[in-house]
């Protein structure tokens, strides 16, 4: 429809939600419900689209501006929402689409009229004129699809209407305004007014057909009725409903047209119709991805926020969950109990049961986990591999560079065909700030090693296994720092000589050396050796001949120790 505008309603707080956050900021597959009222009306308008915010307007201008720019810091640009028949909202085309929503502020929430009329301020002011029809939709009523307001309005046109309105038929109607029509004899009954649940007789009551809050309106008539609606109901509130009656009252066409699958009109009020628009529409999205040609092997298991994007060919298994705006090549698997968030992976990649990725990108043939953390800002290149018990933030994995095995990348840079040995960990943390890692392509980690950032290994060096890193490395270089390893032949067999009975000659040797062997507890496992001066003898210190270390050992209390010296009136 030409010269077409849109009102969004969504200043009320929702009282029935029982929440500390408005209604229409409460997600539905993972976007605030407002925005499926505002997207729906930004592809059927030419107009543009004004949306009255009032409580937490702050919140709710936040969600405008960020669907309509794209959410910083996330990784790859912000898809636009596409909408087909049977299917809430899927991505399509990204970043085509430059949307300028009009804001009306309403600071009071006087009713849904009262909502309009400030809608009316803002359009005014900004536009100077009304549009030739508006569109009229609750924020609360994510269900309904494109094709019913198309419907909707070829039935207003068609018909002429100044007030068209979209109903449906409910078995429990309780909660909604309801449609009193005309009794008449022959021919269609037409719409007298609608009443609200609150003010409704009890023959009203039983009404079985309810106003689902989706109105076509022509835009002169809208603007001046505005002015005559009344709070004279239960509520005291400015009624948009009303302007049904005071149409029928001019003499003015209403038609209306009963929605086909009543599921759509659903008005969520509550957390239990929340639960029930969050099923339908994840189910819409399941559908829809698997006639795009995505394999999800047990779909109800699998959890598709409305703004992931998925190609031809992936394969989801049970419990995958993918979150925000996530987007997914061809050809990728994602193993169960996986969850994805605001992640952009390409083609062939493969992810492993049991990971958590957020804000991160892995790129073509990359393959992850099981069990791998990857937090914000982690990439992982071109065929590059994160294996499991991985941590990667902030960190970027090179192509081909592989991190098989029980690590933590932060604040890293990490080079083409890397390999990152079994226990590497980045210091990248003070205890006060973070500081980076820099390591160049092909280079290589032995296993258990520490990086302490800032630190830079260049190209093609080596780390030698259990090094800590402190200091620059210089390309093509080895690194090591250990302890040099001391071998005492013998020593093993004579342990456990000593432990199966105990060698005399080893206590005499000890003696003579000015050391005891201790018992403690009578367990044989748990000795000590000490110097008869009470001091604790290293196994370094130790003369090879002693007896050798025992198994776990326990100092004895030194309170103990030093009462007991008193008492002898030792030093
Ligand atoms: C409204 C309709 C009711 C219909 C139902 C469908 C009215 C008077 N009643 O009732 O006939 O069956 O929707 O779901 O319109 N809002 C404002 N400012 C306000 C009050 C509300 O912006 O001052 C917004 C809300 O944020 C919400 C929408 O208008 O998005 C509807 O308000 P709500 O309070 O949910 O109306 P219902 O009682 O459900
Ligand atoms: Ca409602």
Excluded at 295 to 311: C, G, K, S
Aim: glycine share 10%; with cysteine; charged share 25%.
């Amino acid at each position: 429809m030409k010269n077409l505008g849109a009102i969004i309603m969504a200043a009320g707080l929702g009282k029935r939600m029982r929440s500390k956050l408005g209604k229409v900021l409460h997600p539905v597959a993972g976007r605030p419900m407002v925005l499926y009222a505002v997207e729906l009306a930004e592809r059927l308008t030419d107009e543009g689209v004004a949306v009255v915010v009032g409580h937490q307007a702050d919140q709710v201008k936040a969600v405008l501006d960020s669907y309509r720019g794209g959410k910083p810091g996330s990784v790859g640009s912000r898809p636009v929402i596409g909408r087909e028949k049977g299917m809430t909202a899927h991505v399509k085309n990204p970043a085509s689409k430059s949307s300028s929503i009009l804001i009306a502020e309403q600071t009071q929430q006087l009713g849904t009229g009262h909502a309009v009329v400030q809608a009316r301020h803002a359009i005014l002011r900004a536009r100077g004129r009304a549009a030739g029809t508006y569109l009229i939709l609750n924020g609360d009523t994510p269900l309904l699809t494109e094709a019913t307001v198309q419907q909707l309005l070829t039935i207003h046109a068609d018909e002429k209407a100044a007030v068209t309105i979209l109903t449906a038929m409910l078995d429990d109607p309780a909660g909604y305004g309801r449609v009193i029509r005309a009794h008449t004899l022959e021919g269609p009954r037409h719409v007298l007014k609608i009443v609200e649940d609150r003010d409704a007789t009890v023959s009203e009551s039983a009404v079985k057909e309810i106003n689902v809050g989706t109105y076509v309106i022509d835009g002169a008539f809208l603007f001046e009725a505005l002015d005559h609606l009344q709070p004279k109901n239960a509520q005291q509130e400015y009624y948009l409903t009303d302007v049904v009656k005071l149409a029928v009252d001019r003499g003015l066409g209403v038609s209306a047209m009963v929605v086909a699958e009543a599921d759509e009109g659903l008005g969520v009020n509550s957390r239990r119709q929340l639960a029930i628009a969050e099923r339908v529409v994840r189910e819409r999205i399941r559908v829809h991805w698997m006639q795009e040609g995505v394999t999800l092997h047990d779909p109800t298991t699998t959890w598709i926020d409305a703004d992931v994007r998925i190609e031809q060919d992936t394969v989801l298994y049970p419990h995958v969950t993918l979150e925000g705006r996530t987007s997914l090549g061809q050809d990728c698997v994602i193993r169960s109990h996986t969850r994805l968030t605001n992640t952009t992976v390409g083609d062939r990649v493969v992810i492993q049961d049991s990971c958590v990725i957020t804000d991160a990108k892995l790129e073509d043939s990359a393959s992850v986990g099981p069990f791998a953390h990857l937090r914000p800002g982690s990439i992982v290149r071109r065929k590059a591999k994160v294996g499991n018990f991985v941590e990667m933030k902030k960190a970027e994995l090179g192509e081909g560079a592989k991190a098989n095995h029980l690590s933590y990348l932060g604040d890293a840079r990490i080079g083409k065909d890397v390999n990152i040995g079994a226990g590497t960990i980045t210091c990248n943390y003070d205890g006060y700030h973070k500081f980076e890692t820099v390591i160049e392509d092909e280079v290589f980690i032995g296993s258990d090693t520490q990086l302490v950032a800032p630190v830079k290994v260049g190209r093609g060096s080596v780390i030698a296994a259990g090094t800590t890193i402190t200091q620059d490395v210089p390309p093509n270089s080895l690194a090591i720092s250990r302890t040099v390893q001391v071998n005492r032949v013998g020593w093993a067999s004579k342990r456990r000589a000593w432990l199966a009975g105990g060698e005399p000659g080893d206590r005499q040797a000890a003696s003579g050396k000015g050391l005891e062997i201790k018992h403690v507890r009578g367990s044989r496992s748990e000795v000590e050796l000490r110097t008869t001066n009470g001091e604790r003898r290293t196994s370094d210190s130790r003369p090879s001949k002693i007896s050798p270390r025992p198994l776990a050992p326990r100092l004895l209390p030194l309170a103990s120790k030093t009462k007991r010296r008193k008492k002898t009136g030792g030093k």
